[in-house]
């Protein structure tokens, strides 16, 4: 009888502490599975800030240049272009062998751009220059010398008009002010 009640009691706690070792294992098994998830959050996060930071870095990298292109290059010091065969309010026939120099700088074709060097453009009754940076236009009256010309047929309706040089980097950008040249021709 005391033997049955003791085994009774004994199968009670048994069955008990089953239960606690059951409640301590899910309690586990939660505690696991948070700081798992803590861990794949954290983990996550990790991920998120690396890319952000070679993101960053990246941009970086680029930065100096603006998307790519590269900057317009200084212009040296004492630098020009000049009409090597033109003077102001000269007469002339047409056609016109034009002759384009440049002073302080290297003529070279278009596409690179390179420091010290340009190519030059013939503008036809514009502008007396083209604002520094601003991409030279491409038609009748602005004339590109992207192979390094530096001579060109001129033809001319006969009067008065504005011949201006203006140089420019490899992507067609003005070199601005300094280096450009304007004079008045008169046709015959
Ligand atoms: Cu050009």
């Known amino acids: 009888m005391l033997c049955s009640m003791l085994k009774s009691n ?5 069955s008990k502490f089953k239960e ?5 294992f899910i309690a586990a098994i939660f505690i696991g599975t948070l700081v798992s998830c803590n861990n794949a959050a954290d983990d996550k996060g990790n991920e998120t800030d690396t ?9 970086m990298d680029h930065s100096p240049t603006t998307g790519g292109v590269p900057a317009i290059p200084e212009i040296p010091e004492g630098a020009k272009v000049v009409f090597a065969n033109l003077k102001d309010n000269a007469t002339i026939s047409s056609p016109f062998e034009l002759q384009m120099g440049v002073e302080g700088m290297r003529i070279d074709t278009a596409g690179p751009v ?11 009754d514009g502008a007396d220059y ?16 992207g192979k390094g010309q530096t001579e060109y047929e001129l033809i001319l309706s006969p009067g008065k008009h504005k011949l201006t040089l203006q140089l ?11 280096l450009s040249a304007s004079i008045m021709v008169n046709v015959k």
């Not at 606690?20 to 301590?24: E, G, Q």
């Not at 890319?51 to 941009?59: L, S, W, Y």
């Open 51 to 59: 890319t952000k930071m070679e993101m960053d870095h990246d941009g």
């Open 168 to 178: 420019a980097d490899g992507l067609h950008r003005s070199y601005g002010e300094q």
């Open 114 to 124: 390179v420091a010290g060097s340009g190519h030059h453009h013939l503008i036809i």
């Open 20 to 24: 606690m070792k059951m409640k301590l």
């Open 130 to 145: 083209l604002e520094k940076g601003s991409i030279v236009p491409k038609d009748s009256t602005n004339i590109h010398f």
């Open 10 to 14: 004994i199968l009670t706690l048994v």
